[in-house]
């Protein structure tokens, strides 16, 4: 606790900065609310119940969005790590699409699948499919195949060696691309949010800035930063558990 | 000890590859070898001679090209557990326990429960690592991760061992331990070993006959008995014979490795 105290000391320095500069006037309170009226603003988002309502909306969405990404992306993944004409036909597709910022596809999810909840899931989707493929295939390809070797000899099937031994020795790789994809999908939850949506945390963002009511704009931006922050917290920890078996 | 009048018939074997940076590469050419059942069979020779393409395709990891290869279970295709393999670098599975990783092999076979726990009891108390059951392979020394890998295989029963310079890793100390255990091992159970390996003294110390492998294309140039292993004897290291035989493996290893130098290995 002392440790983390110590290690996050700075943010309690950075609001106190925020706090100062806002009361000054250095910064306008339009456009920067004191630190303080954004968390009153904070506590009444959460007492009236919209921070809750439209956080499950986003979360939902996004949490469906990852897991469809995730199990899609290790069986493209691992069929491209293991069989070459799959690894033909998926490898130039994802290249090519590669350095595209999937939120500049947001307009065109909305004319496929309208303001409803399948276009952010399926926005959200898209930006974490490649990291997930891409931590499959850069994983299964890495395992030493002298494991797999081992593995057969040992009486395993050939299915039996990706499923018992490629994956779990693939598992460091996999789950440091799951990482990159968990941070994907909140940059495409709130972004496609802002553009598409009728709920949900970037919908509130984008109306709270439109209203002009900046401290719940503020204040649903850091319920934002603080969700991100504590699920990359929680899959390192689970990461760590996963992986306890290395030095 | 063996399980029937067969060990390893290998005939006519021919192995090629293409190095991704260079012209195809004759690894084989023509190998016959017969390997006894219950023998203790050296493979000796300097680098690149094919010694571990050889030890490969006995185990059915890689696709023969050329010839045959037979064991007591028929002609060899594919792995199987009847051909245990311990490589130089353990390949143990690193997220399992030692127990665990004994465990694999034995739960392929559909042993389970408390019968799987007692067989790998037996296998890690038998390479002395009692003691360490609970613990990961990275916790452990490469000795240590090699009695485990030797445990893993040994659970199993297999008919043969296959040994890819399986103490190359481990210090001088270490590597003459083990191979003193192994020797008690192999007395014990009478498998039928190929031993990989390029440390003459090794190959003159384990094994009853020993292949010298000529450089590339590689070739058996000489089989030579040698059968120290048969005494319990534990300093016939020192005795005039053993070094006398050292010295005359090493002359006919020594053409070799000028040859393979000369080839640029």
Known sequence: ?247 | MSKSGFGIEIEGITHGYVPRSGKPTVALDNVSLSIAPGEFHALLGPSGCGKSTLLFLIGGFQKIQQGTIRTARGLVSEPGPDRGIVFQNFALFPWKTVIENVRYGLEKKGIKGSEAEQRAKHYIDLVHLSGFEKAFPTQLSGGMQQRAAIARTLAIDPDILLMDEPFGALDAQTRRIMQEELLTIWRGTGKTVVFVTHDVAEAVFLADRISVMSARPGRIKRLVSAEFNRSADPTIHKSPAFNDMVEQVWEMVRDEVDQARAQGH
């Open chain 1, 1 to 247: 606790m002392v440790r983390a105290a110590y290690t996050y000391f700075p943010l309690v320095l950075l609001a106190l900065l925020w706090e100062v500069i806002s009361r000054s006037g250095v910064i306008s309170q339009d456009m920067l609310p004191p630190f303080s009226v954004v968390m009153r603003a904070l506590w009444g988002l959460i007492q009236s119940g919209d921070l809750l309502s439209n956080g499950t909306a986003s979360l939902t969405r996004a949490a469906i969005g990852f897991v469809l990404a995730v199990g899609v992306g290790a069986l493209l993944g691992a069929g491209m790590a293991l069989i070459p004409w799959v690894y033909r036909g998926i490898d130039p597709i994802v290249q090519i699409f590669y350095p595209l910022p999937k939120s500049a596809l947001i307009p065109l999810v909305l004319v496929w699948f309208g303001l409803g909840d399948t276009s952010k899931t399926f926005l959200v989707f898209l930006g974490c499919l490649q990291p997930a493929i891409l931590a499959t295939y850069n994983g299964l390809r890495g395992v030493d195949v002298l494991l797999g070797w081992s593995a057969r000899s040992l009486g395993a099937t050939r299915f039996q060696v990706v499923r018992e031994v490629m994956f779990p020795a693939a598992l460091p790789q996999l789950l440091t691309g799951l990482r990159t994809a968990l941070a994907f999908m909140f940059l495409l939850m709130v972004s496609s949010e802002l553009v598409i949506a009728t709920n949900g945390l970037g919908y509130l963002i984008g109306n709270f800035g439109d209203q002009g009511s900046y401290p719940e704009m503020f204040a649903t931006i850091l319920v934002v930063t603080a969700l991100g922050f504590l699920a990359d917290r929680g899959f390192l920890a689970l990461s760590d558990h996963l992986l306890r078996w290395r030095p």
